[in-house]
């Protein structure tokens, strides 16, 4: 059975640092599969903010994270990582990881992703 789950959310000031974490179960990030980070802030519709291949480590980046967020894995953890940078209030969300396995063809939009973990909370505010 697969099951991912979030950790690390939390309360930072604008441009800090923040590393979320994606742990997976029931399949390994070597396989031919996909991790998406989304997120959801308060009144908006969930978003995309990056994706990672496993067979390929191919990343995705939505334009609001390039360059500030990086997508990485471990696979001895089998763990995939958000690390952020230099944050923005407008970054303040709850954050999902969603895994699919084999990689979607449109691994950009959420509905292709059948697992989901539930959310950890990131607040960007002085």
């Known amino acids: 059975q697969v099951q991912v789950g979030e950790s690390g959310g939390g309360l930072v000031q604008p441009g800090g640092s923040l590393r979320l974490s994606c742990e997976v179960s029931?399949?390994?990030?070597?396989?031919?599969?996909?991790i998406g980070w989304f997120r959801q802030g308060p009144g908006q519709e969930r978003e995309v903010v990056g994706c990672i291949s496993f067979a390929e480590i191919m990343t995705y980046y939505a334009d609001s994270a390039k360059g500030r967020f990086t997508i990485f894995k471990d696979n001895t953890k089998n763990t995939v990582y958000l690390q952020m940078t230099r944050l923005k209030y407008e970054d303040t969300a709850v954050y999902y990881c969603?895994?699919?396995?084999?990689?979607?063809?449109?691994?950009?939009?959420?509905?292709?992703?059948?697992?989901w973990g539930q959310g950890t909370q990131v607040t960007v505010s002085s």
């Open positions: 029931g399949f390994t990030l070597d396989d031919d599969g996909a």
């Open positions: 969603a895994s699919e396995d084999p990689q979607p063809t449109a691994w950009r939009h959420e509905a292709e992703y059948t697992f």
